[in-house]
């Protein structure tokens, strides 16, 4: 090796070492956003569930919704949240992670659980169930005023979706659960704009998509 190649290399270890430091590992490049992802898994399962709650589509078709909730909605949204971790997004992770695991929780209960129930207790038991989800939408809404408008929209209708669908279930009044699913189509609809501004907008490198600013 030529005196000058030694020289050219000593420059460029003095030079990484001096900005990175010695012995340290390379600079970490990060990872793409992954809340479009989670926005789209979410917004695409709650659609597709929502048309059945509101009595838009005959309910012997329901199954359908078994495998978003597995594949989408549950792995995909819980991938969501644990990439949200790797960007030390609190709140992405928690939101990810938990809706990703409440499609795949529902998944299983539909699957394995949902005819070991009597009759008589599976309104109280699938009621309960949906508001104690509603009760942590609700908190993790109050946390989504520091994120931005858009986000905002789809956790209040998200907690508006849960608490009626879970009052319908405890009452028996199928009045109430069929707003609920109109409200869950509702908030499918700003989730899916949700991960659209956060796709088109990346990928324009400006804003197409106004999401409203962070409160």
Excluded: H
């Amino acid at each position: 090796m030529s005196e000058r190649s030694l020289q050219e290399d000593d420059i460029r270890r003095i030079v990484r070492d001096e900005t990175q430091g010695a012995g340290e590992a390379p600079a970490d490049p990060g990872i793409a956003d992954p809340a479009p992802l989670g926005l789209a898994a979410f917004a695409l399962t709650t659609f597709v569930l929502s048309l059945f709650n509101a009595g838009l589509v005959n309910a012997a078709g329901e199954p359908v919704v078994f495998s978003l909730a597995l594949f989408y909605g549950g792995l995909a949204q819980f991938a969501a949240g644990m990439w949200e971790f790797r960007n030390r997004n609190t709140f992405g992770a928690t939101a990810f992670t938990s809706y990703g695991a409440f499609w795949l929780a529902f998944w299983g209960f539909e699957q394995f659980y949902a005819g070991k129930i009597p009759e008589a207790q599976l309104g109280a038991a699938v009621g309960w169930f949906l508001i104690a989800w509603g009760i942590f939408t609700a908190y993790m809404w109050v946390g989504s005023f520091k994120v931005n408008t858009a986000v905002m929209v789809v956790f209040l209708l998200l907690t508006l979706t849960y608490f009626l669908l879970g009052i319908g279930e405890l009452s028996g009044a199928s009045g109430i659960a069929t707003i609920g699913g109109y409200v869950g189509i509702a908030t499918a609809i700003a989730a899916w704009y949700a991960s659209a501004a956060g796709v088109i907008n990346s990928n324009f490198g400006r804003t197409v998509l106004p999401v409203g600013a962070a409160g």
